[in-house]
């Protein structure tokens, strides 16, 4: 694999371990600003929703313009917005924060993922695809947990000025490393379709169904991971601490999964897709039946992690083939459909959470949106991953 893939992949634990490290960071925010857990919560719908939007637009707007400008820009406008954040006692302000930095997050992702799949072969898009997530993987292993300690322990401020100073050494990477382009532009510019043809994609049936069975995925996973510190200091009746431990636990079974999945994606998909999938919604169940074991909550948040992303990364990976006749804006489809999900997920654990008594809503819309997605994909496994 071309070398600049693990410096995207870099910039992409930055922005990774800022989009999740809210999760160890709900109780101090809420009780900071004075507003319910759910509310805080609404703040992943945020930055997710801002990527929705973000991905497909900022694809259309920059792709004219130089890779590397683009990519640095969007860093750092990325890095302002979260010094802003910290600064901020309005939460309104902190939200549209999340909002701004989504997009620009959603703008980088889209790039990013394009040049990926350009750099390798035809057939290892998923390799590609595995490596850039690879960095938001590390990000819960490494970034976000140290985010929860630092903000446990110097306020959840500090978490947000952390990302910021990590965005300079992101930059200089950035500016360093693309001294030579790692894509052509004028080449990918004059070799692309229009970009309405490229947006007639979306009138692909195969292309919007592995949109939305991605998206449900990612819902489920997003929904159980944004409120996975209530289920830990609530139902578990563990400290603020084992928060740390139970998203590091998450972050290296995500870390596994993505990167087994990158090995079956690009030639065995279905396997993924249907045997992963199953086992993801029997494990969303046995974590809303057995949240109250610290022991067994914490082995399966770390199984979760594991299931989730392998098979939340594979139908990604389907995206990018299913898109493959617009080669400008595959990656913003394939990033839109990531944060439809994360968008979705949070607001729907939130309504959850004011329905259900304790914190286990958030799980059991997990287990809905994850078996809605697997009752659809599996009737269906021709259209989404036909065979090679």
Avoid at 206 to 216: F, I
Wanted: net charge positive; aromatic share 8%.
């Amino acid at each position: 694999m071309p070398f600049v893939l693990y410096l995207l992949a870099l910039v992409v634990f930055a922005m990774g371990t800022s989009e999740f490290m809210l999760a160890g960071l709900v109780p101090d925010i809420s009780t900071d600003f004075g507003v319910s857990v759910g509310t805080v919560g609404l703040l992943t719908s945020a930055f997710a929703a801002g990527m929705v939007i973000g991905a497909p637009a900022t694809a259309a707007l920059t792709r004219r313009l130089p890779m590397k400008g683009t990519l640095l820009g969007c860093v750092v406008v990325f890095a302002l917005s979260h010094a802003v954040g910290a600064l901020t006692p309005d939460f309104t302000v902190l939200f549209v924060t999340r909002v701004v930095a989504a997009v620009v997050n959603a703008g980088f992702l889209a790039v990013a993922l394009v040049a990926a799949t350009k750099l390798v072969a035809p057939d290892a898009k998923g390799r590609a695809v595995a490596i850039l997530l690879a960095g938001t993987t590390v990000a819960t292993v490494a970034g976000v947990p140290a985010g929860g300690l630092l903000g446990t322990a110097l306020g959840w401020q500090s978490t947000f000025w952390a990302i910021a100073f990590l965005c300079v050494p992101a930059a200089v990477g950035i500016a360093a490393g693309f001294t030579t382009q790692p894509v052509d532009s004028s080449k990918v510019e004059s070799s692309s379709t229009l970009l309405r043809a490229e947006l007639s994609q979306l009138a692909s049936p195969r292309l919007v169904l592995t949109m939305l069975l991605a998206a449900l995925v990612n819902a489920g996973t997003f929904s159980a991971l944004t409120f996975l510190a209530p289920i830990i200091t609530h139902t578990a009746g563990l400290s603020q601490w084992w928060v740390s431990v139970a998203l590091v636990l998450f972050g290296v079974g995500s870390f596994i999964g993505v990167t087994v999945a990158g090995r079956f994606s690009d030639a065995r998909p279905r396997i993924v897709i249907v045997c992963g999938g199953s086992v993801l919604v029997l494990g969303w169940l046995a974590l809303a039946t057995f949240a109250t074991y610290p022991a067994v909550l914490l082995g399966l948040i770390f199984v979760q992690g594991v299931l989730g992303f392998a098979v939340g990364s594979t139908l990604i990976t389907r995206v990018l083939y299913a898109a493959a006749g617009a080669p400008t804006m595959a990656g913003s489809y394939a990033t839109a459909a990531l944060n439809l999900g994360a968008a979705v997920g949070p607001v729907l654990a939130a309504a959850a959470l004011s329905v259900l008594p304790g914190a286990l809503g958030p799980v059991w819309v997990a287990v809905i949106a994850t078996a809605t997605a697997l009752l659809v994909a599996v009737p269906l496994l021709r259209l989404i991953a036909p065979r090679q």
